[in-house]
């Protein structure tokens, strides 16, 4: 343990499983304390358990304004401050243009989109009481190039990208010293990578062999996000950091 972010509050959104677990495991270890949050309340739970001390988990639906409201609230009252955001939770599912239905477009938006409008909008006031923080976006490969498998998903993490350099931009004109950077993984070796290459996804145009070249680790996205939410990067505000080993500008002829 280095201390990367000792003594900082943190909330992790979706980090039951996957690369918000890993987030919240890695930020816990470098000193920071960790609210982890998700739907999926028992394995969420029992991770904070074995964490340990410097995390717990709160229930939530990234999609409910009430519930974001009092998240805050609670760790206004129990903390006193709050110093990083990591939008992490989000929903995917395969459907093509014409095969979307409005409910389906909807429901991707309200988690992946919404969720992280709510998420700012709430926890930016008590960031900029706490004299600063910093906020990462878990974007996608998908905002920055076509996926014809998943319009509503890449349309959200678009969203997510222009709502993200709206807010950097409104922090650094405020002078406020909080920070807001997006992440754009191609593929990362999750269950929700898993649940979709089980049904086949083709990824970028790609054969699946050809696709893996692309896939990360949880522990390679979350050694990304401890260094955007380190004073390390105290710099990087507005970035959108590829994680990706070159696929979103790689021609489709090589
Ligand atoms: N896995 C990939 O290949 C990949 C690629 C690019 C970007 N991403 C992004 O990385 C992030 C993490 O993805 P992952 O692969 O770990 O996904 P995952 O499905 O393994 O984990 C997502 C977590 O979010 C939770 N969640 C879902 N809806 C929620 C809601 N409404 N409120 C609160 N929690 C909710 C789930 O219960 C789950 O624990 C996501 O933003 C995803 O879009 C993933």
Known sequence: MTDRVAGKIAIVTGASRGVGLADAKLLSREGATVIMTD???EPGRQAALEIGGNARFVSQDVSDEAGWQALIAMVEKEYGRLDILVNNAAIL???????ETLEGWRRVQAVNSDGIFLAIKYALPLMERSGGGSIVNMSSSSALCGMPAIPAYSAAKA????????VAVYCHKAGNKVRCNTIHPDGI????????ADKGLVVNGDKAEQAASYVCMPE????TVLFLVSDESCHINGA????DNSATITPPYL
């Open 39 to 41: 739907i999926n309340a």
């Open 93 to 99: 599912q395969l459907a093509d243009i014409k095969a």
């Open 159 to 166: 969203a997510v990208r222009g709502l993200t350099q709206s």
């Open 189 to 196: 070796a999750t269950p929700m990578m898993m649940e979709i």
């Open 220 to 223: 390679d996205v979350a050694n």
């Open 240 to 243: 959108a950091i590829c994680l």
